[in-house]
């Protein structure tokens, strides 16, 4: 199998706390004045020429969030954040604004060239010929989006893809119709926070009964020194509309922890699909724990209408604590909510992460499939809830989440919720915990193969129910990354 | 949403603040440990949804009131009124209203090696075994073993020699007894010394329509190379309050075999916290749960591994009937050192009555890596299949429905080891199936 030598691969080439996505893009670049206050909320929607609805919007989440508390229950440990020590927006210096991707500084586009994210149309397009499929990208440097590929020919189809910046001003019906509808404003600490304070993001509108005619993506690049990164990203499917979008992050490698609190929401309205993949890859930290991203993200989903469906996909590699609870509400009768994670933790990384399946509908099914894989002295929890509400009768969920364990000195920890709240439900949930297999590890290595590339072989068989879920691109990315994460972890 | 929780206190809670504060002030251990535990309760109050251990039992809205200090029962009634297993054949105690009554108990002709006396009369004659009380600590506050650490005057001391073997078993009956609503709190103690065996049975009932409450707590010590079976049954009466904690410290090469059955109470909550201690112990945490009408019970359980190659077992079948509420949390801790723990947990709920209600939470933390653990947890109706194939060979749908809860029950049941329990525990299921029949 060429993919699971690539992986092999990767480990021999790449050092235990290499980080390759580390570089950091030398920059002019603007900033709002450190620390959270009303001018800064006042000072980003201004940079952002927002309508006066959108300002009143965010000072409303910002005095919320001042008399909020941040959650203690996830099991990750970290200093106090200062929220008054951080830059809440910073942005590339302009020179006039890019008019066309040939506007854009250079030393942008050669950082993301550097990270393998095309977004330069005509490169893209090569790469048709060349057999890789087509992905539309959206590249959101620190708090601005600096290019989204492929605008026009999306507009043909009648999809709307644009910074949501752009879409408030150019949308805002659509944006103030969606908004806050799944995760609200007060939802929590750092959903408020990122209400308040959110630059950019990505806006995607599917209309009734199209299929998006290629994969939409965006690509999250934290550059600056001490600054939060605050996302924001709404996708709705209108009735029938497919839509599958993929979401990746780096950032460089510095000593000091960075924080990133973004929000998703999706929207699906009746037979309406939406697929979302995330591969995270946040810098991690050192090998000994020394810096990272702190990575808190709200993401929830909203099954609105009947018989939609909504399907999260993740890749946890990155960040020194992640902090992520991709849910599906099933309101619609029929509809289905789908979590597939694979989550990896090595060094000194904090992993809770986890879903929520809330059905609310008549016959609405749910199915997650966790992996979880602890190395090194790191934490690695799944925390999920499924519920069915007393109306919602024939609902059924199926959980399966397995951890694997490597080296003594991490944990794995399972810590789901079942509340069936009618006699109809049928809930099934397992979790197994345990280390590779010596019996495995005997029978591979015994045809030739060292211990790293055994375990290589065995954490991908391990995963592969998840993998299989990405789209290809991210398939093959995302195999290289797990192998990248665990290296280091064996013998 | 996440404002200060300003601690205003709950009648109940009140009442039971100042119920410790006439507690007599004894300037010695156990004296300390109570004010300690006073204080405690008096600091954090009741549990509610927002303490995690609780979440799912939130005393602060089930308890309304609490009730004034059980006085002493009346032996008469106190006799007619202890009727569970008294077909098997065991040395009976009987503790009323939290204590012991001498009538009741056979004390007499005890086996070698069996000592047993009431915890007041340990107390009094300031006997060493009394400073193990308390010795066992959850590690976390746990409001109703406060309060009975607190409150609990007195209970039953069992204490087996090393070696001793013990066929009979002991049964402690919890009685409640009287016409007025009142809280009885007990507290005992079990020490089984190395390479001895017991079987230690503990029931629980009470007059019906009588919202009393019920704290009881127990303390085991299993020694090396012991085997210790505990058997539970619970069938206090619908509008009663029951609240237990079990709580078990385990030494090396042990075998520990629990078994609780939850049938009754309004609101019933029972904890087990065991800590393994010594290595290659086998532990099996076994319950069944039946509930109808409003009825809402919670099992909870905490298994901490602390030394290596450890297996526990943990199987928990519930029945939900009508409106009823079960609740299963358990959770096994897997400490770096126990390397080639083995622990599997199973929770199973049938819920039979549309409006009941299944809350699961089964949890698993583990920081050593040479270990085997999974969970697994189940909730739905009857399977449909298995009803039509049953009714299809004239079995009436209430008779086939008891079948095949009967089977499911009798899974959990089926891991008792003594005879006549095991009996005597089947036979209480299939009351409760005709009683619903």
Redesign the interface.
């Known amino acids: 199998m060429p993919a699971v030598q690539e992986t092999v691969e990767q480990v021999r080439s790449i050092d235990v706390d290499q980080y390759k996505y580390g570089f950091f893009t030398d920059i002019e670049s603007e900033k709002a004045a450190k620390g959270l206050t009303e001018e800064t909320v006042r000072f980003i929607s201004a940079k952002k020429d927002e309508p006066e609805w959108m300002l009143e919007w965010r000072l409303e989440a910002f005095r919320r969030w001042q008399?909020?508390?941040e959650?203690d229950?996830a099991r990750v440990n970290y200093p106090p954040i200062d929220y008054q020590e951080l830059y809440y927006y910073a942005a590339p210096k302009k020179k006039d604004g890019p008019k066309s991707i040939d506007d854009i500084d250079p030393e942008i586009l050669a950082t993301y060239e550097k990270l393998g994210i095309p977004l330069r149309e005509r490169d893209a397009l090569l790469g048709i010929e060349s057999g890789a499929s087509r992905v539309a990208v959206d590249a959101v440097f620190d708090s601005v989006s600096v290019a989204t590929t492929f605008k026009e020919e999306l507009a043909k189809a009648g999809v709307i893809f644009m910074p949501i910046s752009e879409a408030i001003r150019e949308y805002p019906e659509l944006v103030k119709k969606y908004l806050g509808s799944v995760v609200p404003v007060?939802d929590?600490?750092f959903a408020t926070l990122n209400s308040a304070v959110f630059s950019d993001g990505s806006f995607v509108y599917v209309p009734k009964g199209v299929r998006c005619p290629m994969e939409l993506s965006t690509y999250f690049r934290i550059n600056e020194r001490n600054t939060g990164q605050f996302e924001r990203t709404l996708i709705i499917a209108d009735e029938g509309a497919y839509v599958s979008y993929l979401e990746g992050c780096t950032a460089p490698m510095r000593d000091e922890n960075q924080l990133h609190a973004a929000v998703v929401e999706l929207v699906a309205l009746a037979d309406a699909e939406i697929k979302y993949s995330t591969v995270q890859n946040w810098y991690p930290g050192d090998s000994q724990g020394k810096g990272g991203i702190y990575n808190f993200v709200t993401k929830r989903g909203d099954c609105r209408g009947d018989r939609s469906k909504i399907s999260w996909t993740q890749v946890e590699t990155g960040s020194a604590i992640t902090w992520k609870y991709p849910s599906c509400i099933l309101r619609g009768d029929e509809s289905r909510g789908e979590f597939y994670s694979i989550a990896i933790s090595n060094g000194y990384q904090q992993v809770d992460s986890g879903t929520k399946m809330i059905h609310l509908g008549k016959n609405t099914t749910s199915r997650i499939i966790s992996k979880g894989i602890a190395a090194g002295h790191s934490d690695n929890t799944y925390r999920g809830l499924v519920s069915a509400h007393?109306k919602a009768t024939g609902a059924r969920n199926f959980t399966n989440c397995d951890?694997l364990?490597?080296?003594?000195?991490?944990?794995?920890?399972?810590?789901?919720?079942?509340?069936?709240?009618?006699?109809?439900?049928?809930?099934?949930?397992?979790?197994?915990?345990?280390?590779i297999s010596e019996d495995q590890l005997f029978y591979c290595q015994q045809r030739g193969l060292d211990p790293e590339e055994a375990t290589a072989l065995i954490v991908n068989g391990f995963v592969k129910d998840v993998l299989q879920q990405l789209p290809m691109e991210f398939a093959v990315e995302a195999q290289k990354l797990i192998s990248v994460s665990l290296e280091g972890s064996v013998g | 949403m996440n404002a200060d929780i300003r601690p205003i206190r709950t009648p109940a809670e009140q009442a039971l603040i100042a119920e410790l504060d006439q507690l007599p002030s004894v300037n010695d251990r156990l004296g300390d440990l109570r004010l300690a535990a006073a204080r405690s309760f008096e600091e954090n109050g009741l549990p509610h949804r927002r303490v995690e251990e609780w979440k799912y039992t939130d005393l602060r809205t089930l308890m309304r009131d609490a009730v004034p200090v059980a006085g002493t029962a009346a032996v008469a009634e106190a006799d007619a009124r202890a009727k569970l297993l008294r077909e098997v054949e065991a040395r009976r105690i009987v503790v009323a209203n939290g204590a012991v009554v001498p009538e009741l108990s056979d004390f007499s002709a005890l086996e070698e090696g069996l000592t047993l006396r009431s915890l007041a009369d340990v107390i009094a004659s300031g006997d060493d075994v009394a400073a193990r009380i308390g010795g066992i600590v959850p590690g976390r506050y746990d409001a109703a073993l406060a309060l009975n650490t607190a409150l609990a005057k007195d209970g039953v001391v069992l204490e087996v020699a090393p070696g001793a073997h013990i066929e009979r078993p002991i049964h402690v009956v919890h009685v409640f007894a009287g016409s007025a609503p009142a809280a009885s709190f007990a507290r005992s103690l079990v020490v089984v010394g190395e390479g001895a065996t017991l079987t230690y049975v503990e029931s629980f009932e009470g007059p019906a329509g009588i919202a009393y409450q019920v704290n009881s707590a127990t303390e085991f010590y299993v020694g090396d190379e012991t085997h210790l079976d505990v058997v539970r049954l619970q069938e206090e009466s619908a509008s009663a309050i029951h609240l237990s904690t079990l709580l078990f410290e385990v030494g090396r090469r042990t075998q520990l075999h629990t078994f609780t059955f939850a049938m009754g109470a309004a609101v019933a909550r029972t904890s087990l916290y065991a800590t393994l201690s010594g290595e290659d112990s086998h532990i099996a945490f076994n319950g069944a749960t039946l509930l109808k009408d409003r009825q809402h019970s919670d099992s909870t359980l905490f298994v901490d591994h602390k030394v290596p190659g450890c297996e526990s077992r943990e199987l928990f079948k519930t029945v939900l009937d009508d409106q009823s509420r079960g609740v299963f949390q358990g959770k096994i801790v897997v400490r770096q050192a126990a390397q080639k723990t083995d622990g599997r947990m199973m929770s199973r709920a049938l819920v039979l009555g549309d409006d009941a209600e299944m809350d699961n939470k089964p949890e698993l933390e583990i920081f050593a890596d040479d270990v085997q653990c999974g969970h697994g947890a189940t909730c739905g109706a009857i399977d449909d299949e298995l009803l039509f194939y049953l009714r299809a060979r004239g079995i009436p749908l209430k008779e086939a429905q008891s079948l095949l809860v009967q089977a499911f029950v009798g899974e959990a049941i089926e891991t008792v080891e003594h005879d006549g329990l095991r009996e005597a525990l089947i036979a209480c299921a299939e009351g409760w199936l005709k009683a619903r029949a």
Not at chain 1, 408 to 421: N, R
Request: proline share 5%; hydrophobic share 25%; aromatic share 10%.
């Open positions: 008399t909020m508390r959650p229950w007060t929590n600490f007393r951890s364990l490597i080296g003594d000195k991490c944990g794995a920890h399972t810590v789901p919720y079942i509340e069936s709240k009618n006699s109809s439900a049928q809930f099934e949930h397992e979790a197994t915990t345990s280390k």
